[in-house]
């Protein structure tokens, strides 16, 4: 028997099994409903406190097609259930990951969508800004839109006046999947903007 080809063939078979199963391999990205699996991972996401700072800046976008002056710029925050577990292990004192798997598996959640839009001094009334969210050329409807003044730090000698709108949309996570997530923005003094997060990427 020629043990040279033998083995040869047993290697190429093994490299094309592993192959296969990398291709096989779910790609992190955005789940709902959240495993007893995803939970955990987000649990030691969460604790993982080091990076913390970069892990929350992904589910951060700036927009700076609106902003007011130099100093307030439009934001727009996702935050997606994987998230929102993540956020309360690593502010939880004494908490496992079984606690967390309690606390998430097969409750009811949100996806919130939270925006800090300044763009013009004296703006009018909340509400008066148009969102648009957007996935896979299907708008999708809040199940709850709370809005308030957007008034910027001052000092204490300093009237704040209103300069735009915050903006906190709570939605239904099942309507979402793994795809790119468009945000548009259309403020009342004709200003047009949009963002977009790719859940593809984001859990």
């Given at each position: 028997?020629?043990?040279?080809?033998?083995?040869?063939?047993?290697?190429?078979?093994?490299?094309?099994?592993?192959?296969?199963?990398?291709?096989?391999?779910?790609?992190?990205?955005?789940?709902?409903?959240?495993?007893?699996?995803?939970?955990?991972?987000?649990?030691?996401?969460?604790?993982?406190?080091?990076?913390?700072?970069?892990?929350?800046?992904?589910?951060?976008?700036?927009?700076?097609?609106?902003?007011?002056?130099?100093?307030?710029?439009?934001?727009?925050?996702?935050?997606?259930?994987?998230?929102?577990?993540?956020?309360?292990?690593?502010?939880?004192?004494?908490?496992?990951?079984?606690?967390?798997?309690?606390?998430?598996?097969?409750?009811?959640?949100?996806?919130?969508?939270?925006l800090e839009i300044p763009?013009?001094?004296?703006?009018?009334?909340?509400?008066?800004?148009?969102i648009s969210v957007i996935?896979?050329?299907?708008?999708?409807?809040?199940?709850?839109?709370?809005?308030?003044?957007?008034?910027?730090?001052?000092?204490?000698?300093?009237?704040?006046?209103?300069?735009?709108?915050?903006?906190?949309?709570?939605?239904?996570?099942?309507?979402?999947?793994?795809?790119?997530?468009?945000?548009?923005?259309?403020?009342?003094?004709?200003?047009h903007a949009k963002t977009?997060?790719?859940?593809?990427?984001?859990?």
């Amino acid at each position: 028997m020629n043990f040279q080809l033998l083995n040869s063939t047993l290697l190429r078979q093994l490299v094309l099994l592993i192959v296969a199963l990398l291709l096989g391999s779910p790609v992190s990205s955005y789940d709902f409903p959240l495993s007893s699996s995803a939970i955990r991972d987000a649990y030691f996401r969460g604790i993982r406190q080091a990076d913390m700072q970069d892990f929350l800046a992904q589910y951060t976008r700036v927009v700076p097609e609106i902003q007011l002056g130099e100093s307030l710029v439009t934001r727009a925050k996702i935050e997606t259930p994987f998230l929102q577990v993540a956020v309360h292990a690593g502010k939880t004192l004494n908490y496992s990951a079984q606690d967390a798997v309690n606390d998430f598996y097969g409750k009811s959640a949100v996806l919130r969508l939270n925006l800090e839009i300044p763009y013009m001094a004296n703006a009018p009334e909340p509400g008066s800004v148009k969102i648009s969210v957007i996935q896979n050329r299907r708008q999708i409807s809040p199940t709850s839109d709370d809005r308030s003044p957007f008034f910027p730090a001052t000092d204490p000698y300093t009237r704040a006046i209103d300069v735009g709108e915050i903006v906190n949309m709570e939605f239904d996570p099942n309507k979402f999947d793994s795809s790119t997530l468009t945000i548009k923005i259309d403020t009342p003094d004709g200003q047009h903007a949009k963002t977009e997060f790719d859940l593809v990427s984001l859990r």
